[in-house]
Structures are given as C-alpha cells and as structure tokens.
C-alpha cells in the first residue's frame, strides 16, 4: 500500500516539476535529478551546470529537467519520460540510475544517454564522473597544517570505493606532513540528513578533532565546525555561507564544461559512447579559494594543486601501505591504477578503523 | 566529564523534535485520528518557521510561523478526513507528499541564507555547574517546552474532564455521540493540535538545531515520531522514554564509531530503531499485556447515520 502510494507520490511530484520552454527544431537535452534543485549540494551543482550550458548553447538547445527522481526501478518511467518527449540526449545524474538508464538506452538506440558516477556503458550511453581523490589529497596536506591537536574528523556517507579513495587520499597526504595524524570516521549511513550530519560532526568535535571534512552533503556539518570555532571542508558546492571564518576550501563539482562539450559533440554529430573520468586537469571539479589559512599553507595547497593537475603528482604513489603492513600491488606503474582506485575497498595504514564489512 | 556533558546535550537536541512531534500525534491518536501526515506537517512548519525567523529576526515569530503552518496543514487533513470522511491512511499521506512539495516551494527563497539560531538559557552560578549546570540551566526554550507540552498533556488526559471526553471519541465515537459529545469538533481540535505540535517540532530544526533551510531537512522524523506513538501504548510517560531513548542511542552510535569500537556502522545506524522497537514493546507487555491502542483509531465516524 505505502509503495504505491509513494510511486503514485514520485508521479506526481515528476508530473509537477517538469520545466520547458518550447521550441520547434532545437536539440532537446534532458535531465534527470536526485535532490531538490536547492540542495546546495549535489543536485544544484548539476543544475549550475544546466544553466551554463543553456547560456552558452541557448539558441541551439532546450534544456529540460526532472528533480527528486528517486533512485532504483522508478528512474526507469522519468527517464522514458524525457524520451518520449523528444529529449535526444539525456544526463542521468546520479549512480543509482545505472541500471534503469541502461534499460532505457537499450529501448531506444537513438537517443543518446550520459550517466554520471556509473560504470555500464553502450553504444549510445557513456558514463562520467570526476577524480575526487585529487582534491580530497590536497585537503589532507591542509588539514594536517592546520589541525592543532592532530586529530581530524571525517563524516562518511556510505562505505563505497569513492567515498573511502577520499578517505585514504586524505590520510594519505596528511601522513606527509605529520607522521602521527589521527583520523576518525563516522558514517552517517546516508547522503543527507542535515540533523544526523551536525550530530556527527558534533561527537567529532567532542571527540577532540579539529579539523571537519565530509562526504556528506548538507552544510550542517560546516554549521556546526564554525559554531564551535573549529575548521571545516565543504562538500560539492561554495559553503562559505555557512562558515566565513571556518572554510578552508571545497570541492567544488563543476560539469559545465563537460556538459558544454557533448552537447556540442551532439550538436555537431560526433557524439560517441565513451567513459569520462576527469580530474582537476580536465576541470571535472575544481577546489574554493583556499580560506580561513596562513599564507604558506595556502601557497603549499596551490603548488600540490598545480602538481597534480600537471600530473607530477598522484596521491596514490606506490607504495601505498595497507592496513595489514603490506604494500598495496602497484598495477599503473608508479601509483595504483585507476580501476583499484575505482574499486577500492580497503583503508591505508595510520587509520585505526574497520572499513565496515571488512 | 565534559564529553558525557556534550553527549547528553547532543541527546536532548536531537530528540526534542521527536518528542513534541509525537505529543501532538498521540493527542490526535487518542481521539481515534490516525494522521499520518506528521512529516508533511513538519517540514511545512520548517519552512515557514525559518521564513519568519528569516524576516523578522525573531525565534519566537518564527516557532509561531511553525505553529501556524503545522495547524493549516492539519485543517486540510481535518476537511478531508472528518469533514468529508475520506479515508485517514490515503489522507495523511497524500498531506505528507503535498507538505514536501509545499515547503520546497516556500522555502526556494530561503535556501542558502542563515540565521542566528535560538539563544540558550544562562543562569549566572547554575549554568556553571560542572556536568549538570548546562545541561538543567542551559537548554533553549524548545526543550523546556518540550517537557512542559508532554506534563501539561498528561494531566489534561489523565487529570481533566475534557481529557476523559477526548479519550472517549477515540475509544467509541459512537457512544460519545450518544452522549451528546460533539464528536467531529472534538477531533477537529485534537487533529489542530497534532498539527501545531507537529509544525513547532519542524520550525525546531531550522531554528534551533541547524540554522538553516534545506528542502528534505526532516529526512524522515515525522515517521519516527509516529512509530514512537504506536511503540509508547499510546501513553505519554513511555512516549517520553521512548523518545529520548531514541536520540541517546542515535548519538550514542556515532560516538561508538567515532572511538572505533568496530561494530560495522550499518549495524549502529539500525541501532535506535531497534532499541526502541524492544524497550518499548518490553514495557508495555510487562504492564499492560498486549496493545492498548484507542479503539476507533483510524474509523470514519459520520454522525447520525
């Protein structure tokens, strides 16, 4: 009863949120949502990206879009939806779309699909998503300068390779300049829930840490950091609102360009499926100003920034030390390569945790 | 010391929202109204509880804002459920869907902007006692609200004649009917309040527990205040135990995982619900022997037919 209610609900709330101006013969480019449009997280980047898309491309393109599209078998009919009216290329952005936009792509050859975070591909569907271990490694070398008591608190979402890359490229980065740091991990077991968020970022803070980062994505945390007068990382957007004298820097996820160029690939009909994983060198995402720090650590964050989009530095240089004492097998050479990256399910050694279900 | 002090705090903010959301539902409950809209009520009542703290600067105009919000929310559930004796379950929901689109709306303005949230009591000498002193003499009003609302509800449907009459709709509305109790009016109000209670408890986290608005932010509390309802036996002592029970356990877990007690975190975030679930079913089997839920909860009752 309740579940269908609730799909009934997601009908509706699709049926209410589909915006389009009108428009005979221009590109139709759809999109699909998770959050609200005013998470100021996740989604509202996306739609950033949307809207500078449309400034650039606006006489070619109209754009439309479907916001809280619940993960899972439901995407599959908002998805349909945008196909049947006349979207010709559709982003689909969030993992748990994967399976339902691979169904529809296969349904519908012609219309082009670009899935975000996901790694099913078809003739007509590609994927994209960013490095963001690259910055999480350049907040560990800040976080380490800056925490006094040497102890950083990290929230987690859920324990999936990408969030635990970042926890390891921070720690990572933070060992090389301080040996001993401490990291402590909570998972929030969700992606938002601003209340649970500042409750972790609270037990954190209680817990001696100084220094807050997450991968979570509301501002609570950051909320709570500069109320205690502690310092903090923000998540996905410009959380600087929330803590003037608390930011150190963000990664901030900026898909415009990306967007801009496979419409225009569209555009132009050399669209093809292809797998996107961008780093900072190919502005996927890109990091705040660097806040809220003496002049020499800010000047430290933008030589490893410049060092690693020129690609002279990796934050997953061999040899990276497990858990166990032993050296992880190197396979890209000189660091790990991009699919033990992309599926990495371990913690380096310096964190005193269990990865859960390990 | 000071930790057990910051955890208690923690505990009692966290579990304030639930507790006034769920007085409210179990006033409403009581007089034999299931309204399952607690979440929509809620998070309409966190959009224009911050809406009016935002514009006038003020926490007490903005809780009212909350107050207000959550008791219109409940006028349309009451118009439907009472008025044209619709079916409560569909109703309560289909007010939780249009409370969530609601609030994104009247919030999009608010998104991003912050206020200063609601100021904490400070009683030179008393707040200052180590371990106790914040935690008695240095709550904000919520809290202190919070426990005044449940007493004050205890007392009206324990100790006040007009408690026993709501009791008796909720248990048979035809026999206060018979009486000559005006039924639908009596559940009307009772329903206004569970509203009001609700939006205040939503109006809580935007004012009180993070400053600011965020489409979404009650993230499912308005559920949980209700299964704390059903858990508490419909009686207000337990629903208090049952309340804070939850919020202790929730900070508690993430503490847990902050000291690295290696129970995978999957497990601690089930943690709460699993622990009240079995607290609260424990005690009500040891007293009462079995559900004592009102017994018209939930029926449609049309006066003279």
């Given at each position: 009863?309740?579940?269908?209610?609730?799909?009934?609900?997601?009908?509706?709330?699709?049926?209410?949120?589909v915006?389009?101006?009108?428009?005979?013969?221009?590109?139709?480019?759809?999109?699909?949502?998770?959050?609200?449009?005013?998470?100021?997280?996740w989604?509202?980047?996306?739609?950033?990206?949307?809207?500078?898309?449309?400034?650039?491309?606006?006489?070619?393109?109209?754009?439309?879009?479907?916001?809280?599209?619940?993960?899972?078998?439901?995407?599959?009919?908002?998805?349909?939806?945008?196909?049947?009216?006349?979207?010709?290329?559709?982003?689909?952005?969030?993992?748990?779309?994967?399976?339902?936009?691979?169904?529809?792509?296969?349904?519908?050859?012609?219309?082009?699909?670009?899935?975000?975070?996901?790694?099913?591909?078809?003739?007509?569907?590609?994927?994209?998503?960013?490095?963001?271990?690259?910055?999480?490694?350049?907040?560990?070398l800040?976080?380490?300068?800056?925490?006094k008591?040497?102890?950083?608190?990290?929230?987690?979402?859920?324990?999936?390779?990408?969030?635990?890359?970042?926890?390891?490229?921070?720690?990572?980065?933070?060992q090389?300049i301080?040996?001993?740091?401490?990291?402590?991990?909570?998972?929030?077991?969700?992606?938002?829930?601003?209340?649970?968020?500042?409750?972790?970022?609270?037990?954190?803070?209680?817990?001696?840490?100084d220094?807050?980062?997450?991968?979570?994505?509301?501002?609570?945390?950051?909320?709570?950091?500069?109320?205690?007068?502690?310092?903090?990382?923000?998540?996905?957007?410009?959380?600087?609102?929330?803590?003037?004298?608390?930011?150190?820097?963000?990664?901030?996820d900026?898909?415009?360009?990306?967007?801009i160029?496979?419409?225009?690939?569209?555009?132009?009909?050399?669209?093809?499926?292809?797998?996107?994983?961008g780093?900072?060198?190919?502005?996927?995402?890109?990091?705040?100003?660097?806040?809220?720090?003496?002049?020499?650590?800010?000047?430290?964050?933008?030589?490893?920034?410049?060092?690693?989009?020129?690609?002279?530095?990796?934050?997953?240089?061999?040899?990276?030390?497990?858990?166990?004492?032993?050296?992880?097998?190197?396979?890209?050479?000189?660091?790990?390569?991009?699919?033990?990256?992309?599926?990495?399910?371990?913690?380096v050694?310096?964190?005193?945790?269990?990865?859960?279900?390990? | 010391?000071?930790?057990?002090?910051?955890?208690?705090?923690?505990?009692?903010?966290?579990?304030?929202?639930?507790?006034?959301?769920?007085?409210?539902?179990?006033?409403?409950?009581?007089s034999?109204?299931?309204?399952?809209?607690v979440?929509?009520?809620?998070?309409?009542?966190?959009?224009?509880?911050?809406?009016?703290?935002?514009?006038?600067?003020?926490?007490?105009?903005?809780a009212?804002?909350?107050?207000?919000?959550?008791?219109?929310?409940?006028?349309?559930?009451?118009?439907?459920a009472?008025?044209?004796?619709?079916?409560?379950?569909?109703?309560?929901?289909?007010?939780?869907?249009?409370?969530?689109g609601?609030?994104?709306?009247?919030?999009?303005?608010?998104?991003?902007e912050?206020?200063t949230?609601?100021?904490?009591?400070?009683?030179?000498?008393?707040?200052?006692?180590?371990?106790?002193?914040?935690?008695?003499?240095?709550?904000?009003?919520?809290?202190?609200?919070?426990?005044?609302?449940?007493?004050g509800?205890?007392?009206f449907?324990?100790?006040?004649?007009?408690?026993l009459?709501?009791?008796?709709?909720?248990?048979?509305?035809?026999?206060?009917?018979?009486?000559g109790?005006?039924?639908?009016?009596?559940?009307?109000?009772?329903?206004?309040?569970?509203?009001?209670?609700?939006?205040?408890?939503?109006?809580?986290?935007?004012?009180?527990?993070?400053?600011?608005?965020?489409?979404g932010?009650?993230?499912?509390r308005?559920?949980?205040?209700?299964?704390?309802?059903?858990?508490?036996?419909?009686?207000?002592?337990?629903?208090?135990?049952?309340?804070?029970?939850?919020?202790?356990?929730?900070?508690?877990?993430?503490?847990?995982?902050?000291?690295?007690?290696?129970?995978?975190?999957?497990?601690?975030?089930?943690?709460?619900?699993?622990?009240?679930?079995?607290?609260?079913?424990?005690?009500?089997?040891?007293?009462?022997?079995?559900?004592?839920?009102?017994?018209?909860?939930?029926?449609v009752?049309?006066?003279?037919?």
């Amino acid at each position: 009863m309740r579940k269908t209610l609730l799909a009934l609900a997601a009908g509706l709330l699709l049926a209410g949120s589909v915006s389009a101006a009108s428009a005979a013969d221009k590109l139709k480019v759809g999109f699909i949502y998770l959050g609200p449009i005013g998470d100021l997280g996740w989604t509202y980047q996306h739609d950033l990206a949307r809207q500078a898309l449309v400034k650039e491309l606006g006489d070619k393109i109209e754009t439309t879009y479907l916001e809280n599209v619940p993960e899972g078998p439901d995407a599959e009919r908002a998805i349909e939806q945008l196909v049947r009216a006349g979207n010709k290329l559709i982003f689909t952005t969030s993992f748990g779309y994967m399976d339902p936009t691979l169904k529809v792509a296969k349904k519908y050859p012609n219309v082009h699909f670009e899935h975000s975070t996901g790694y099913k591909r078809d003739k007509n569907m590609s994927t994209y998503s960013a490095k963001w271990y690259q910055g999480r490694y350049i907040q560990g070398l800040i976080a380490a300068k800056m925490s006094k008591s040497g102890v950083l608190g990290y929230i987690g979402s859920f324990p999936i390779p990408e969030v635990v890359s970042g926890i390891n490229a921070t720690i990572l980065a933070a060992q090389t300049i301080n040996p001993n740091i401490k990291v402590k991990i909570i998972w929030a077991n969700t992606w938002f829930d601003p209340g649970k968020e500042a409750d972790a970022a609270k037990a954190l803070i209680d817990q001696g840490a100084d220094v807050i980062m997450q991968h979570t994505d509301s501002p609570a945390a950051m909320q709570v950091a500069s109320e205690r007068g502690k310092l903090a990382f923000g998540q996905d957007s410009e959380m600087i609102k929330f803590g003037p004298k608390t930011q150190l820097t963000s990664i901030l996820d900026t898909w415009g360009p990306y967007y801009i160029a496979r419409v225009k690939a569209e555009l132009d009909g050399t669209w093809k499926s292809e797998d996107t994983w961008g780093g900072l060198d190919s502005h996927m995402f890109a990091m705040a100003p660097y806040t809220n720090m003496p002049d020499d650590v800010k000047k430290m964050a933008e030589d490893a920034q410049a060092a690693i989009t020129a690609g002279k530095l990796h934050p997953f240089k061999c040899p990276v030390i497990g858990q166990d004492g032993k050296p992880v097998e190197c396979k890209g050479g000189d660091h790990l390569d991009d699919g033990q990256i992309l599926g990495m399910n371990f913690y380096v050694k310096g964190i005193d945790d269990k990865l859960p279900g390990k | 010391m000071e930790l057990v002090e910051a955890i208690i705090l923690a505990v009692l903010a966290a579990s304030t929202p639930l507790l006034i959301a769920a007085t409210g539902e179990l006033v409403t409950e009581r007089s034999g109204v299931l309204n399952l809209g607690v979440e929509g009520m809620m998070i309409v009542g966190a959009a224009c509880g911050f809406a009016g703290a935002w514009l006038t600067g003020s926490i007490l105009i903005g809780a009212l804002f909350g107050i207000v919000a959550g008791t219109l929310m409940s006028l349309i559930f009451a118009l439907m459920a009472l008025g044209l004796a619709v079916n409560q379950v569909a109703t309560g929901l289909a007010l939780t869907i249009l409370g969530i689109g609601l609030s994104g709306l009247i919030g999009a303005g608010f998104v991003g902007e912050r206020i200063t949230p609601a100021a904490h009591l400070y009683i030179p000498g008393l707040t200052d006692i180590p371990l106790i002193g914040r935690v008695l003499f240095g709550e904000d009003a919520f809290v202190y609200f919070s426990l005044a609302l449940i007493v004050g509800v205890w007392w009206f449907l324990y100790r006040a004649r007009p408690g026993l009459i709501l009791r008796a709709c909720g248990d048979s509305h035809v026999s206060a009917h018979a009486l000559g109790y005006p039924v639908l009016r009596i559940r009307t109000f009772a329903v206004m309040f569970g509203g009001a209670c609700a939006g205040l408890a939503g109006a809580y986290l935007p004012l009180a527990y993070t400053p600011f608005f965020i489409p979404g932010m009650t993230a499912g509390r308005g559920w949980i205040a209700l299964a704390l309802v059903v858990f508490s036996s419909w009686r207000p002592g337990r629903l208090v135990v049952g309340a804070y029970l939850f919020g202790a356990v929730t900070i508690l877990q993430l503490h847990a995982q902050g000291w690295g007690v290696g129970i995978p975190s999957q497990f601690m975030s089930a943690l709460p619900y699993l622990a009240t679930v079995i607290v609260l079913v424990l005690l009500s089997r040891a007293r009462t022997g079995g559900s004592t839920a009102p017994a018209a909860l939930g029926t449609v009752f049309v006066p003279d037919r």
